[in-house]
């Protein structure tokens, strides 16, 4: 019930937190590291154009709700792609979690739930939680144990604290595979986890500077854990 009664305070927010307490109070509640999760959605915060946002909302909204496809754009303050939040919700109600925090989703494939899902992804406070459920999935499926409790690898949460933030960022900024608890394959994550593909150009060309989104977020998470 402390989650639920949490994303409501969230949501009564008169005003858009930009960070700090409400977020953290929001990424605590799932478990995880708020330092990380800040630093694995900065380089999207920064790169966030509100124009473009509002344009690219408007290119996912009618083909997504009414077909599941369209041209996926991502949307919201830490660009966040309908398909990406979609298989997320999905991971979640496969990996048990739901039942442990209290949130669950409606998976179905209709206009109903992918209207819903739209609409939450416009909203800060939701963009926070999805951040949240992201991480406390990812350490839960590249962990150390299965559902049984039973030890299956040295898992994301043994690794060095850089490595952590590196691997997270990877997973966040290039999707990853949500495998049963305990079963992630690490390795696949680590082998993108140098490149450079990010970039904050409204409109990308050829000649576009391209960063490693990995270094960016290790970068800020060395900045706000001074």
Known sequence: MYLQALILSLFLSSAPSSGGAD???VWRSFDVDPLIAEAVVWPEVERYHKLQDL??????YG???T????PDFSIGLFQMKPSFVEELEKAWMRSGLARQYELWFDTADNATAR???IARLQKEEWQVIYVGVFLRLLYASYGSYNKKGEHTQDGLETLPLEEQVRLA???YN?????????YGDMDRLREHAREKRFHYALIPSARTRRYCYATLAWKHYKKIAK
């Open 115 to 117: 209207r819903v899902r």
């Open 63 to 65: 083909t997504y709700i």
């Open 23 to 25: 977020w953290y109070d």
């Open 67 to 70: 077909t599941g496809g369209g």
């Open 55 to 60: 344009m690219e909302t408007a290119a996912n």
């Open 174 to 182: 290039r999707g990853c595979v949500w495998a049963a608890p305990g």
């Open 169 to 171: 960022a990877t997973a």
